[in-house]
């Protein structure tokens, strides 16, 4: 029952503002098969297809505003008791401020496609791809209490997989080169610890999914509006700026190693 009502909040959520939100079809018109295949896919491991992005092209608002938010997922590992449970722990950072969380992904519903998109140009069609489709779970994390001006996270998480020729379960990344494409979508809220704040928080690969569609603009990449620039994604904005007029990097002479955020 719980489960259907988290259900319920987030396609309300998305249903009172559907008519300007755009990224909300992750599957990119692409038809699903109505069943629910879980007992049938709970024995492969899904937990590398949630690691599998480089965390640049990963993109998260935080707010009304659309605060830029950045979600760098570390390690998940499977619950060997419970095939539908996967442990999770990460960091997030909003405007420097940066905090560790612990929590879970639990897979709900796993269809499969009717397998009418095969890349362009056909290219993946004769790959020997046994299946593919659409997984549906709920998150739940939580971060460390300790640490300043933190919360916690929940939603429903969607995530493209396909089933490839040796059995191996994979990323479902066959028809990236699409406008609409996007992958593992995250889409729910995120609440302060002792206080009434809670603020919706979208994430998910190479696009933000459930986002006003004045925010992203691009076409065939994101590319975020220039309102919303002060709010996180200015480097963004040159990045793109850089690439328009040819820019390149110039080459230190002494290599440095510049460290990631999250560690």
Not at 20 to 46: H, R, V
Not at 94 to 102: A, Q, R
Not at 124 to 141: D, P, V
């Amino acid at each position: 029952m719980k489960y259907k009502i988290l259900f319920l909040y987030i396609f309300l959520s998305i249903s009172s503002f559907s008519q300007d939100l755009c990224k909300t079809d992750i599957m990119n018109q692409e038809n699903l098969l109505p069943n629910n295949k879980i007992d049938e896919f709970l024995k492969y491991d899904f937990s590398k297809l949630w690691l599998e992005t480089e965390n640049s092209l990963v993109y998260g608002i935080l707010g009304d505003e659309y605060q830029r938010i950045l979600i760098k997922l570390l390690t998940i590992e499977k619950n060997i008791n419970n095939p539908n449970e996967y442990f999770v722990y990460g960091k997030s950072s909003v405007k420097e401020n940066i905090c560790e969380f612990v929590g879970k992904i639990t897979i709900l519903k796993i269809q499969e496609s009717k397998r009418e998109h095969f890349g362009v140009d056909d290219e993946f069609k004769n790959s020997g791809i046994k299946t593919q489709g659409l997984l549906t779970a709920k998150y739940e994390f939580f971060e460390n209490k300790l640490q300043s001006h933190s919360g916690y996270f929940t939603g429903i998480l969607e995530t493209k997989w396909f089933l490839d020729k040796d059995d191996k379960m994979q990323y479902d990344n066959i028809n990236i080169h699409s406008d609409g494409y996007f992958n593992n979508a995250f889409v729910g809220s995120w609440k302060m610890y002792h206080y009434k704040i809670e603020k919706k928080c979208h994430w998910g690969d190479y696009r933000v999914p459930s986002v006003d569609c004045s925010f992203d603009i691009g076409a065939g990449e994101f590319v975020v509006a220039e309102k919303y620039h002060k709010k996180g994604w200015i480097d963004l904005a040159l990045k793109g700026k850089a690439y328009s007029l040819d820019i390149t990097e110039s080459k230190s002479k002494t290599k440095e190693t510049i460290k990631s955020w999250w560690e």
